[in-house]
């Protein structure tokens, strides 16, 4: 078992029905051993409703097109980028995605 870093900027951080939300919401989060993003994000939307409404979908298991999330500063690639599978000491970020033109 391990402990990934999450950080939540913007909107993104509001879905995880915290009291006292802010621009960026910072927590740890225990993985197995085998644990792939998209496990962890599969947690994520079942404990937190709104997470799951406006992130990630759990019956598809897919990643809502509004969001980028970022594994140690790299960019993850949605799809095949979700089964990269966790360390210890990882840091993932969640950015809503830039739109506008």
Do not use: H
Request: glycine content about 10%; proline content about 3%.
């Amino acid at each position: 078992m391990g402990k990934v870093r999450l950080e939540f900027f913007s909107w993104v951080g509001d879905t995880l029905d915290i009291a006292g939300n802010s621009n960026k919401v910072i927590m740890e989060a225990q993985t197995g051993e085998n644990n792939t993003v998209r496990d962890l994000l599969s947690e994520l939307a079942m404990k937190y409703p709104r997470f799951g409404q406006n992130i990630f979908d759990v019956k598809m298991r897919k990643l809502n097109e509004r969001v980028s999330i970022f594994l140690n500063g790299e960019l993850l690639i949605p799809g095949n980028g979700l089964e990269i599978k966790l360390n210890d000491g990882n840091i993932l970020t969640f950015l809503p995605m830039i739109e506008g033109g």
